[in-house]
């Protein structure tokens, strides 16, 4: 498969592909006659792992490690639990912070009451003013 093909059946741009061809972690493929890449389905298959993780959230580095961990079939996944564990943890805390955004913005929007910018308590929540 081209380049384009394998990007329209993984989900992941083209450029996105070379990207992980040039920090390693995708192995470049072969190459046609014409010198063009010519993917398989296990590179498919590699592209559609990480794009996954990267859905959830996943950094580069711990995509690389789970990749690495996921070629060792009969070793425990504990590391690949706590990988998990750890970034859902990190999840959490960004929920717990939107949340906290979220109660924010609803108190301040329940103060306005759409008077003149100069009486504004949104702008008057976000800035300290000389009146």
Known sequence: MRIGEVA??????????????RVGILTAPSRTRSN????GPAEAARLIFIRRARDL???MPD????LELSEEDDRS???V????RAH?????RKIAALQVMRDELSRMIAKCE?????ECRIIDTLAVRDR
């Open 63 to 66: 995509i690389r490690e789970l």
């Open 77 to 79: 996944c504990a590391e």
């Open 57 to 59: 959230g996943f950094s």
């Open 114 to 118: 759409q008077d003149t910018i100069s």
């Open 8 to 21: 329209r059946k993984t989900g992941v741009k083209a450029e996105t592909i070379r990207f992980y061809e």
């Open 36 to 39: 063009y890449r010519d993917y």
């Open 88 to 92: 859902l943890g990190q999840v959490e």
């Open 81 to 84: 639990d706590s990988l998990a």
